[in-house]
């Protein structure tokens, strides 16, 4: 399936991506759990790096949602604050990701997942409450910019859930071989 376009699409692909999420994870074996994650240098981007286990996906899933949670409710109240909190923007959000990698090393893997849990429920919750025009037509919300609603939704759902679903894999993948 592609990108969702409709409030549908988004709504079907969030759930089957966080059910197929929640699948590999069940079933992880001991090795997985307790094997720091490893992957090989030519991965460039900074997540190969930064993730070292289980919990820390998890956790960035959370905060991402956090986001989203936060900028439309506040948003929506009549405020006008961009979806990355000051100091960050989308050259620097790298460094957003290491403040919540920080953050949540005392966070335990079973916290992490009632947190992601919660997380999800309240994103969908919130895409409900908006109408598939509200969601993917371009301008309805000022505050969005030239983005619909809907695409915030999708990157922090279905596309991150893809994302971490691809890192697990791979994680495995490299436990199969050890």
């Known amino acids: ?29 001991e090795k997985e759990l307790s094997t720091p994650f490893a992957f090989d240098d030519k991965k460039k981007e900074a997540h190969w790096k930064r993730d070292k286990n289980l919990r820390d ?17 506040v948003n929506e109240k009549g ?40 997380s999800h429920k309240e994103v969908m919750q919130l895409a409900e409450t908006f109408t598939n025009e509200e969601l993917f037509s371009k301008g309805v919300y000022p505050w969005v910019g030239g983005s619909p609603l809907g695409s915030y939704f999708v990157s922090t759902t279905s596309s991150h859930y893809d994302w971490a679903i691809k890192k697990l894999k791979a994680h495995r993948k490299n436990c199969k071989s050890q």
Do not use: C
């Not at 409030?7 to 992880?28: G, H, R």
């Not at 923007?89 to 790298?94: E, H, R, V």
């Open 1 to 29: 399936m592609g990108r969702p376009t409709t409030k549908t699409d988004l709504i079907n692909a969030a759930e089957a991506n966080y059910e197929q999420l929640n699948v590999l994870i069940a079933d992880f074996g």
């Open 57 to 73: 996906v998890l956790i960035h899933l959370y905060e991402w949602h956090r986001l989203l949670l936060h900028w439309v409710s």
């Open 79 to 118: 405020g006008n604050e961009p979806f990355l909190p000051k100091p960050y923007n989308w050259k620097t959000y790298g460094e957003l990701n290491m403040f919540f990698w920080k953050k949540h090393q005392n966070t335990t893997l079973e916290e992490a997942k009632a947190q992601l849990e919660q």
